[in-house]
């Protein structure tokens, strides 16, 4: 990557520092814990220990009685206000406190309102619950046999702990070309159950004013406004008496797209004393109780010829969706877009099938960032491609590129029915294979090889969908998935402009700021973005899935279109031309065929405040609404290739390079990209060798803190090698493509196949991650590990 020095402030497009960094590297970024009210209270939640029990007896007494306790809340509390149980984002429900059963280790049993944190947590430990322990169902497959205990016996008529069953593709045409191809290679793998892990944990400040009935809510949400409207609909409190205010968050990664019982109980918290709640939970809670991601069960098979070339993918997954459906994606699709498994290959045939099930382990199945399952989908068919090359003894990267999409056959309808708007794949993987010097590096391992060094080489052709709707298709709890956007030019010409949707760290406020300067030229430093606060923005569904410069960048730049003709509108009256007479150049209108006949943006702002007598089409100022209904998603891709080493006596993966090649079509801010890359990059060797989510037989949480759920750091990471190619979204306002995610996609294959291809001369196919040391040194040994 190139060094940024002091870029200038672009026009537009371009490097230029984030303008957010101004307050987050002087201390002054505001996050819901640095909220503080008058009066406030301090929230803290009881959990249960066991993974599966029924709750005999709750005698909240002597909490009650502690002298700095103002409330205890139990789930019969809540039962009297009909908030027991809440909808999850799957069309299941959660129990937001406990009442009958509690369902995985950690679930929110009572909530204690304290003055303040200490005397809260404290409370926690006088409060007696009776449990009669049940047995625990942690294993996905064994949930499902005859005489696994049912979870879910809260719903009625429920005897098993399936939920659904999904599937995509043409099954008989699919069997069919399996049956006829030369070579079927098989593979079951398990894409781990993960967590996003997030530095800033969830929480709320909850303040229920009861004069003016008006609920004001600080919250760790990716989706304020989907927020609002669910507490309105589950609460019954009038919707514009709510107020959700997303203030900075310190990441997201998809773990704050739902709605958590902490949130919940500090609103009724607030309600019950008449004071605000703030409610935090600590690194613990957060990775035991709040949404997880993956824990899909994958058998895979290709078909192919002799040859090398690949006519078939045909997949069947059971997916463990915890103790309640909470999986995050839209209605219409139950495995999220685990449709996409095709990756990026010209098959003949496609089918899949997915089973979900219930486990006693905490909900979820957020898209951790990835747009709703396609980091199991990439995993999925690069592995296959992968465990194929290994069959046929063939180049993994030759392979692929026989395989891969052909530029003319953009746009391209998959054999699953997903449209991919735009790609050069050959030109992108053939850039990160120059990048990588691929050819030297392959001849550099066979020499250490005669020295019996384990060295591996590892790639990924990674393709996303990102940037949810269409509304027509996608809808989450009934709620359709497009974008807001309002530009207000102020008289002086400075804008702000007010999105739905929000940043976790991504740089909003400073590539909206840009898209707005591309389209008006008004300085990005002149403009300010402003988001996270429902009283403030228009509707939207929110940052997840990559969605938000495919959804709200479009949005805005819609917006920013709208206030540019408003614009001509004025400057044709000040000119006194009419408007076919007049051109476009960045920042001005000008009149054709004579240059300095023109007005600036600014002039104009002025001139639409002023007394100047207006045209029909302007009311008096440039401000304009948008809300944008994307056509299709977008569908970034890369190439990946990652270098490791793997120490042949203790089984340890050093991950020496790394180089990717991103193309997200137009890259509004080149810098934001690349960080955006870095960042997922990180995140995809930390699965790749490190991360799980744990549990003993009887359900016991085993990874509870950051002892033991391993985050990357910079030592395990190497300097990333990046390079770019650029292939515009045809139907994208600037032909941008989301990339916030592309490399936690991609990444993860590219780091596993580059570890087994090292260790292929010792007869390894396959091995499961994350491949830390000993998982490493079992599969070298001809004995994988089972997670
Ligand atoms: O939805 P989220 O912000 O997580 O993901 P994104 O839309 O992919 O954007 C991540 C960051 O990269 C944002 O600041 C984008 O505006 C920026 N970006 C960019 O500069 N150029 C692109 N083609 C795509 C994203």
Request: proline residues 9%.
């Given at each position: 990557m190139t060094a940024v020095e002091n870029p200038e402030t672009p026009m537009g497009f371009g490097r230029m520092h984030r303008k957010e960094d101004v307050r987050f590297v002087r201390g002054k970024g505001t996050y819901v814990d640095d909220v503080a009210l008058p009066g406030m209270l301090h929230g803290a939640v009881l959990r249960s220990p066991h993974a599966h029990a029924r709750i005999v007896s709750i005698d909240a007494s002597a909490a009650e009685a502690h002298p700095k306790v103002r409330a205890v809340v139990t789930g019969a509390t809540l039962e009297s206000l009909n908030l027991a149980w809440m909808p999850t984002l799957s069309h299941d429900v959660q129990a937001v406190l406990a009442t009958d059963k509690v369902r995985f280790q950690g679930q929110e049993v009572a909530f204690v309102v304290a003055e303040d944190r200490y005397a809260a947590r404290d409370a926690l430990e006088l409060i007696d619950v009776e449990y009669e322990p049940l047995p625990a169902v942690i294993d996905a497959k064994k949930s499902?046999?005859?005489?696994?205990?049912?979870?879910?016996?809260?719903?009625?008529?429920?005897?098993?702990n399936h939920i659904f069953d999904w599937e995509t593709g043409d099954k008989e045409h699919t069997d069919e070309v399996f049956a006829a191809a030369d070579v079927v290679a098989v593979q079951d793998m398990l894409y781990p159950r993960v967590h996003p892990a997030p530095l800033e944990t969830c929480g709320t400040v909850a303040d229920m004013d009861p004069v003016t009935g008006k609920l004001t809510v600080w919250t760790t949400t990716q989706a304020p406004h989907a927020h609002r409207t669910l507490y309105a609909l589950v609460a019954?409190?009038?919707?514009?008496k709510i107020r959700v205010i997303s203030p900075d968050i310190g990441g997201g990664f998809g773990n704050k797209v739902g709605i958590y019982p902490g949130y919940v109980c500090a609103v009724v918290g607030s309600i019950l004393t008449g004071k605000p709640v703030k409610w935090m939970e600590d690194r613990s809670e957060n990775l035991m109780s709040t949404s997880f991601a993956r824990d899909y069960h994958m058998h895979g098979e290709i078909a192919a010829t002799r040859e090398g070339r690949i006519l078939a993918v045909r997949v069947k997954v059971l997916a463990d969706h915890g103790a309640f459906n909470g999986t995050a994606q839209p209605t219409k699709f139950p495995a999220g877009f685990f449709g996409v498994f095709t990756g990026s290959y010209d098959l003949m045939a496609a089918h899949c099938e997915v089973t979900g099930v219930y486990t006693n382990k905490a909900p979820g199945g957020v898209a951790y960032a990835c747009s709703f399952r396609i980091t199991e989908a990439v995993y999925l068919v690069e592995r296959l491609v992968d465990v194929l090359a290994y069959d046929l003894g063939l180049d993994p990267a030759e392979l692929r590129m026989r395989n891969l999409l052909r530029p003319e056959q953009f746009p391209y309808e998959s054999k699953t029915g997903w449209v991919y708007d735009s790609g050069d794949y050959p030109a992108t993987l053939r850039a990160a294979l120059d990048l990588a010097d691929y050819d030297e590096l392959r001849a550099q391992q066979a020499r250490r090889r005669e020295r019996g060094e384990l060295m591996g080489i590892g790639l990924s052709f990674f393709t996303e969908a990102v940037g949810a709707g269409p509304r027509k298709h996608m809808d989450i709890l009934g709620l359709g998935m497009a974008d807001g956007a309002e530009l207000r030019v102020h008289p002086t010409g400075k804008a702000v402009l007010r999105l739905s949707c929000q940043s976790q760290g991504q740089g909003h406020e400073t590539t909206f700021a840009q898209i707005v300067a591309e389209e008006l030229g008004i300085s990005p430093d002149d403009i300010d973005v402003v988001h996270g606060d429902t009283d403030q923005t228009p509707f939207g569904l929110g940052t997840?899935?990559?969605?938000s410069t495919p959804v709200s960048g479009a949005a805005t730049a819609v917006v920013a279109r709208k206030v540019r003709d408003r614009a001509k509108i004025v400057a044709s009256a000040m000119l006194e031309?009419?408007?076919?007479d007049l051109e476009w150049e960045k920042g001005r209108w000008f009149v054709k065929g004579d240059r300095q006949a023109g007005r600036d943006i600014q002039e104009i702002a002025l001139a639409a405040h002023s007394d100047l007598e207006l045209p029909e089409g302007v009311e008096g100022h440039l401000d304009a609404t948008c809300v944008y209904n994307p056509p299709n998603l977008t569908y970034p891709f890369g190439a990946y290739v990652c270098v490791v080493d793997v120490d042949p006596g203790t089984g340890q993966v050093t991950v020496r390079s790394f180089f990717a090649v991103d193309d997200c079509g137009v890259r509004i801010n080149p810098m934001i990209v690349e960080g955006q890359v870095h960042g997922g990059l990180a995140d995809g060797v930390g699965m790749a060798l490190m991360q799980v989510m744990a549990f003993d037989e009887d359900g016991n949480h085993l990874g509870g803190s950051f002892m033991d759920y391993l985050l990357p750091t910079s030592l395990e990471c190497p300097s990333w090698r990046l390079g770019e190619t650029v292939t515009p979204s045809p139907h994208h306002p600037i032909g941008a493509k989301g990339v916030g995610e592309s490399a936690t996609v991609g990444s993860p294959a590219a780091v596993v196949n580059a570890v087994l291809d090292a260790v292929?001369?010792?007869?390894?196919r396959h091995a499961d991650m994350p491949l830390a040391p000993a998982a490493v040194w079992s599969a070298m040994r001809g004995n994988p590990l089972r997670t």
């Open positions: 499902l046999a005859d005489d696994a205990p049912v979870i879910r016996d809260d719903i009625e008529g429920r005897t098993g019954g409190i009038p919707e514009h997840y899935g990559s969605r031309v009419s408007e076919d292929k001369p010792l007869g390894v």
